[in-house]
């Protein structure tokens, strides 16, 4: 679903052209996926939070070098890319800013359900006689 928004996004929407930059962009998505899936069985908040800012920051560094790398937009030297990176931070802020929070959302929910669940389960003392 993510892949086919992004064409319908890009070719028809946007009106850009279509490149390989966006198979760089597809696969670190499930390169991320799968880090996700592989905090299931023992999360805790740091690795959890540790994964999200890894995903956030790895995601940044492996998408705009493949659009440096893709486009004429920059300099293929080392200052182009640095302008290609610098050019992004704005996007990157958000970024992390959404991960975060989206990560607290869907890891926080279910710990916080699980402890009001437990606390409903318990016996809340005895009636006097």
Known sequence: ????????????VYSYAFSWDHFVTWAWYAAILWLG??????????????????????FFVVSNFAV???????????????????????FFR???AGDVLFTAVMFGLPAVAAVVARSMHKPHGTAAA
């Open 1 to 12: 679903m993510l892949a086919a928004s992004d064409v319908i996004l890009t070719k028809f």
């Open 37 to 58: 899936s592989q905090l299931r069985e023992n999360s805790n908040w740091l690795r959890v939070g540790g994964a999200a800012l890894a995903s956030s920051v790895s």
């Open 68 to 90: 440096w790398a893709c486009w004429n937009m920059y300099p293929k030297t080392l200052s182009g890319l640095m302008a290609c990176y610098a050019a992004a931070v704005p």
């Open 94 to 96: 958000r970024g992390v």
